[in-house]
Every structure is written in C-alpha cells, then in structure tokens.
C-alpha cells in the first residue's frame, strides 16, 4: 500500500504561484512514476504532468500548463512537487497527486491523494 498526502492549494490570485507538494509513504517498489491530475467542477479528471523514478518530466499535450508548470521529485523525501507559475482562473481545480505503473494511463492499480484545492480568483 501507498499513501498519498497533497498539500500546497489554496486561493491565489491571477499570475501568482503555487507549489504543490506530494509526500508518498508505504511500499513503493511497486511505483514507476508519479503525477498531477486535476478536476475542475463539471469537467473530467484531466492529466497535467507526471514524473518517472528516474526523473523522465512528462507534460500534458495542451498548451494550458506548458511553459508555466514544473513537474519535479526529491527521492530523499519520496516527494514530488508541481511548480505553477503566471496562474490563471481556468486552473482552478482540485489537484490530485497519482503513483503507479505508468505516467499517464489510469490503472486500477494507482494509488491518489486526497485532493488539493486550487482557486485562482482576484
């Protein structure tokens, strides 16, 4: 089993920042990458960016986060953190933080965090 514990959300203002952190704890051989998703309300679960083991970053395909987010891990800390630069209303969303097999597909398999809320609001 793996834990998952996001932390970091919270309001903010447009074109202000936000890092999110991602802390895993529990047996992680298991674990190849770890990564963001996030949900805005009336919308579906949506990739934004994940990272391997070994340190391979991996973006969504949109242009909505390239550019203003980074994807980074401290595998000291077995945590993994999303850096979100120049942020806009239409990221607002609950960020969830995933671990397992693959970067971007969904297995049965993955362990999730809780959620973290993001608001970006003037």
């Known amino acids: 089993q793996v834990q998952l514990v996001e932390s970091g959300g919270g309001l903010v203002q447009p074109g202000g920042s936000l890092r999110l952190s991602c802390s895993a704890s529990?047996?992680?051989?298991?674990?190849?990458?770890m990564g963001w998703y996030r949900q805005a309300p009336g919308n579906q679960r949506e990739y934004v960016a994940g990272?391997?083991?070994?340190?391979?970053?991996?973006?969504a395909d949109s242009d909505s986060v390239k550019g203003r987010f980074t994807i980074s891990r401290d595998n000291a800390k077995n945590t993994v953190y999303l850096q979100m630069n120049s942020l806009k209303p239409e990221d607002t969303a609950v960020y969830y933080c995933?671990?397992?097999?693959?970067?971007?597909?969904?297995?049965?398999?993955?362990?999730w965090g809780q959620g973290t809320q993001v608001t970006v609001s003037s």
């Open positions: 995933k671990a397992g097999v693959s970067l971007r597909r969904v297995r049965d398999s993955d362990y």
């Open positions: 529990g047996s992680s051989f298991s674990i190849n990458a």
């Open positions: 990272i391997t083991s070994a340190g391979y970053k991996d973006y």
